[in-house]
C-alpha cells in the first residue's frame, strides 16, 4: 500500500511533553494519519505449491521416535565415541525436522489467510481499493477487530489478527533530504545530536515545541517511513474465556 504522511498534531501534544515513557515512534503514529495514493498494480496472494517430502525429511521424521528413547548418562561423566556420534546424528535430525516444521507452519499460515481471503472477498468486505501486505493479502482484519473462521466440530477457530501501522524516523531520508535541499539545515540540524545522528530526545522536543511544531509538520513526512502492520494467523479457542 502506497500512502502520504499528513501530520495532523490532533493529539494531546501537552501529555507526550510530560509522558517520558512515549517513544519517539509512538508519538509520530499518534501525529500522524496516512492517506492512500493511487493504489498500485495488487500483488494477489497464491497458494503455496505443492511439494513431495524429501526423502532425507522423511527418513529424519522416522527417526525422531528414537530421539525421545535417548537419555542423558546416569553420572557425570565424558561421553564416550560413540555417543557422541549419536548425539550429532539426533541433532541433525532435530535440526532436519525443525526446517521442515517451521517451512509448514508458514504455509499453513499461507493457505489459512488466502482462505480469509477468499471469503473476504465473497462476502464484498474486500475490493480493489483494499490494502494489502507484502505476500499479497487483504489488510481487512483490523487491530482488535480480528477475523474468525469456525472449525466445526472442535470448539477451535482460525483467526487472522493485525498489529498497528508505526511511522519510524529514517536517518537515510534525512540525509537524502538535507542533500537535495529539501530540509533545511536548521531543521537537520534541530533533530540530530552534534554527531548528525537523529536523536530522538531532540526530535521529541522539535515536535512539541510550540515555535518548533509548524516545522516539525513539514519534516515529518520527509524522513519517517511507515512500517506496515503485520497480518498473522492463530488457532485459537472458539469458547470466550470466562
Given at each position: 500500500m502506497t500512502t502520504a504522511l499528513v501530520p495532523t498534531f490532533t493529539a494531546d501534544v501537552a501529555v507526550y511533553a510530560t509522558d517520558g515513557t512515549t517513544s519517539l515512534a509512538e508519538?509520530?503514529?499518534k501525529l500522524v494519519t496516512t492517506t492512500p495514493a493511487a493504489p498500485a498494480k495488487p500483488t494477489v496472494s497464491k497458494m503455496p505449491a505443492v511439494t513431495k517430502v524429501p526423502d532425507d525429511l522423511a527418513q529424519a521424521l522416522g527417526q525422531v521416535p528414537a530421539v525421545f528413547k535417548c537419555v542423558a548418562p546416569a553420572t557425570r561423566r565424558a561421553l564416550r565415541a560413540t555417543e557422541l556420534k549419536r548425539l550429532l546424528e539426533e541433532k541433525r535430525t532435530l535440526d532436519a525436522v525443525q526446517t521442515a516444521v517451521e517451512r509448514r507452519r508458514k504455509e499453513i499460515s499461507e493457505?489459512?489467510?488466502t482462505?480469509?481471503?477468499?471469503v473476504s472477498e465473497n462476502t464484498g468486505t474486500a475490493t480493489d481499493l483494499t490494502?494489502?501486505?507484502g505476500k499479497g493479502h487483504y489488510r481487512t482484519a483490523q487491530p482488535g477487530d480480528r477475523e474468525e473462521q469456525l472449525i466445526d466440530g472442535t470448539g477451535m477457530m482460525?483467526?487472522?489478527e493485525a498489529t498497528a501501522d508505526t511511522n519510524t524516523p529514517s536517518q537515510a531520508l534525512?540525509?537524502?533530504?538535507?542533500?537535495?535541499g529539501t530540509i533545511s539545515r536548521a531543521d537537520y540540524l534541530a533533530v540530530t545530536a552534534p554527531s548528525r545522528v537523529l536523536d530522538e530526545d531532540r526530535f521529541r522536543r522539535f515536535l512539541l515545541g510550540r515555535r518548533t511544531r509548524s516545522r516539525a509538520a513539514a519534516l515529518i513526512p520527509k524522513i519517517t517511513t511507515l512500517v506496515p502492520g503485520r497480518l498473522s494467523i492463530h488457532l485459537r479457542s472458539a469458547t470466550p474465556a470466562a
Open positions: 508519538m509520530l503514529t493457505i489459512v489467510s482462505h480469509f481471503d477468499v490494502p494489502r501486505d482460525w483467526t487472522r534525512l540525509e537524502q533530504g538535507l542533500a537535495d
